[in-house]
């Protein structure tokens, strides 16, 4: 028998599900999943940093957006430079023959500057095409690692991870099947001996070595129609590599098709598509299972990272990726993702361009494509979603029996109590019964309520305004949100009914009350 049961009903609303209600219930034993205690992370495109348009990291405002992400949790937050445009990069020497990006150490110098500030993991991506400019099936050339590596010694920064290539199965489709996987695979071990060079093992310098992170494939067939990574490449590169060379396997994969020219599928960007979770579930959940099967037998000591998603791929879906109806995507994946022990999640994109030549839908900072001004800078839906998400939900993942049609997850809340996140892509109103079980074993969440002990429901109820899924604002218990908002919640003292209105997302709390 339970020694714990704690029931409240939410009044919810979710497709396909009328009548009596639906009972829910939460188990309070030990998590299903942890994750790491940035779960949540976010990306720059490396586009962002061409010459004419290169992002200005020392802009205030844009800062102001930035460091709030470490206001709100005392875990550093992730953020990754990469994307397709680090493989044209050329690390402080000014040749096109590595890349048409010249990063300058002055502009380095300046990212590990606003890193610092921000209290930010710095995730780099280096390039993998220097040495093939003319032959692909030549070895990589870490000219530009070591020029970088040498760089960080002398100036005494820190680099968290190193990435090593962008989507290898783009480039290589492109280039008649070269680099192989085993070539990637080698370029890996090349740079794992480099690290071990500049923090020799045993040494002080050891703990300052950056993880290695790769080697981030998107899902495909690996042709010209599909030119990601089949999972013949993926189990490739891992064999070579071995069990735990890799620190972070990372791979890509969005909920939707954006609106990319010249292809054969349309795209889905449409409302009806954001509100549909098992579409954007089978093209994010599918791959990132498969990743996950191969890495327990081929790399089981590794953790698994989803280096880049978003709702839509290629930009996102302008005028839909960067509204309040893309927050149905970003909670419920973070959710899914959660639940199956994924390490961290990191959102394409912060700011800029999400891609080469094109402006990002999908970031988390309007206006798309934005790289200097930042009088023009507005916060999206989801980069308040983002800081709720780091600001309450903890690292144990819950149990959660739910109707397979559903979508609420469960977890211990930072700083105690149990943290439900829901999406509700519904106009339909239901009462879901959520029972809260816990047997003999403790709960791995603390300061969790009960109707004898008491507990205080801490409401934060996302919606649209005025009901318009398009709008490009938030609201937060009913008042629009801004950067100068209170990230507060409405409590419910006692209270065994919560109202959730139909088409929002969002969080509840449950913590004992104080006597």
């Known amino acids: 028998m339970p020694s714990l049961l704690v029931v409240f009903l939410l009044e919810c609303c979710f497709f396909g599900w009328f009548g009596d209600g639906v009972s829910v219930e939460v188990s309070l034993t030990e998590p299903i999943a942890v994750t790491s205690p940035s779960f949540v992370g976010v990306n720059i495109d490396a586009a962002s940093l061409y010459q004419g348009t290169r992002l200005d990291v020392a802009d205030v405002r844009f800062r102001d957006f930035a460091c709030k992400f470490g206001e709100v949790r005392d875990s550093p937050m992730t953020l990754r430079i990469g994307g397709s445009a680090a493989d044209d990069l050329s690390t402080f020497l000014n040749s096109t023959r590595h890349g048409h990006i010249f990063l300058t150490r002055d502009y380095w110098d300046d990212i590990i500057d606003f890193v610092d500030a921000c209290g930010f993991n710095l995730a780099w991506d280096l390039n993998m095409r220097i040495g093939r400019s003319t032959n692909s099936s030549d070895p990589w050339d870490p000219q530009d690692t070591l020029r970088l590596l040498d760089h960080v010694r002398e100036k005494h920064q820190s680099v968290w991870a190193l990435q090593l290539g962008n989507e290898p199965g783009h480039y290589q489709t492109r280039n008649g099947g070269l680099p192989t996987a085993k070539q990637h695979g080698a370029d890996f071990v090349a740079l794992d001996k480099i690290l071990s060079k500049y923090y020799p093992p045993g040494s002080n310098l050891e703990t300052k070595r950056p993880r290695m992170q790769g080697p981030d494939v998107c899902f495909g067939a690996g042709t010209q129609t599909q030119p990601c990574a089949d999972m013949s490449y993926f189990r490739d590169v891992l064999s070579v590599l071995g069990p735990s060379m890799l620190t972070d396997i990372t791979g890509h994969a969005y909920g939707l098709r954006g609106p990319k020219k010249g292809r054969v599928e349309p795209s889905q960007c449409t409302i009806e598509a954001f509100l549909n979770p098992e579409l954007f579930q089978a093209q994010v959940i599918a791959p990132v299972s498969k990743w996950k099967a191969a890495m327990k037998e081929l790399a089981p000591a590794s953790n698994f990272i989803l280096s880049e998603t978003a709702s839509a791929a290629d930009g996102g879906c302008p005028n839909l990726s960067n509204r309040f109806v893309s927050g149905f995507y970003y909670m419920e994946i973070l959710g899914a993702l959660g639940d199956m022990g994924v390490f961290q999640v990191y959102r394409q994109n912060l700011v800029g361009y999400g891609g080469i030549n094109f402006g990002s839908s ?31 939900v903890g690292t144990a993942r819950l149990k959660v029996d739910v109707p397979s049609d559903q979508y609420i997850h469960a977890a211990c809340a930072v700083g105690g109590g149990v943290v439900l996140t829901y999406i509700n892509p519904s106009p339909d109103a239901l009462e879901v019964n959520i029972t809260f079980t816990a047997g003999d074993m403790p709960s791995p969440c603390t300061n969790y309520g009960s109707e004898t002990a008491g507990m205080v429901v801490e409401k934060y109820i996302l919606t649209a305004p005025q009901g318009n899924l398009t709008s490009d604002q938030v609201e937060l218990n009913g008042k629009v949100l801004s950067m100068s908002s209170a990230l507060e919640p409405s409590n419910s003292f006692h209270e065994t009914v919560v109202n959730v209105p139909p088409f929002s997302y969002g969080f509840l709390v449950s913590k004992a009350s104080a006597k």
């Open 362 to 392: 999908y970031a988390l900072l309007d206006p798309p494509g934005w790289f200097a001004g930042g009088d023009q800078l507005v916060p999206n839906p989801d980069y308040f979603t983002a800081l709720l998400y780091r600001k309450l």
